[in-house]
């Protein structure tokens, strides 16, 4: 809980994680173990995010507003479910990895920086249109406003998947 505390804009968690550890987590080294199937179970996450959050945008567009709440919350879970994953065993093994080279240190940091804010921008856009229902009310300004987040998405994706993934290396 204390990581998406701190995805999201929370304080981090100060809980020791020796108990609460994965089985992919070395426990006298406390290192994350490769996984050949990582990237693509990632990249898996990106084709189903990206089909779930062009249906809503579909949707609106088309003036079905039944069920939108329910959409948003299941975007948000599945993306939450998608950043974790990645922080926890893509992120913490590559950085392991290229502990000593700076400059792709530094691009690793770059991007979990820049996913955070992403992150942060998808979660206020669906407590928005949570608390403030979608209808023909809020249409015009939902349809903007998840085109503007799913460009940010799309681009993000595109970056990952050619620069970051590459980086994933036994």
Avoid: C, W
């Avoid at 079905?64 to 975007?75: M, S, V």
């Avoid at 926890?88 to 080279?101: C, H, L, T």
């Avoid at 940091?109 to 979608?134: D, K, T």
């Amino acid at each position: 809980m204390g990581l998406l505390k701190r995805l999201f804009g929370g304080k981090p968690d100060t809980t020791p994680a020796a108990s609460t550890a994965s089985p992919d987590v070395a426990q006298a080294g406390r290192t994350i173990r490769y996984d050949p199937g990582l990237v693509d179970s990632l990249k898996g996450d990106h084709r189903e995010l990206v089909a779930m959050y062009t249906r809503l945008g579909e949707q609106v567009s088309a003036g079905e507003f039944h069920g939108i709440d329910a959409a948003l919350q299941e975007f948000k879970i599945r993306l939450e479910a998608h950043l974790l994953t990645e922080n926890v065993r893509f992120y913490v093994y590559v950085e392991q990895s290229m502990a000593g080279d700076e400059a792709n240190t530094e691009l690793i940091r770059g991007f979990r920086q820049e996913m955070n804010s992403i992150a942060r921008a998808v979660v206020e856009f669906v407590r928005r249109y949570r608390q403030q229902p979608v209808g023909p009310a809020t249409q015009a300004q939902f349809v903007r406003e998840h085109g503007e987040v799913g460009r940010l998405l799309a681009q993000r994706i595109a970056r990952e998947e050619s620069q970051l993934y590459v980086l994933y290396q036994p």
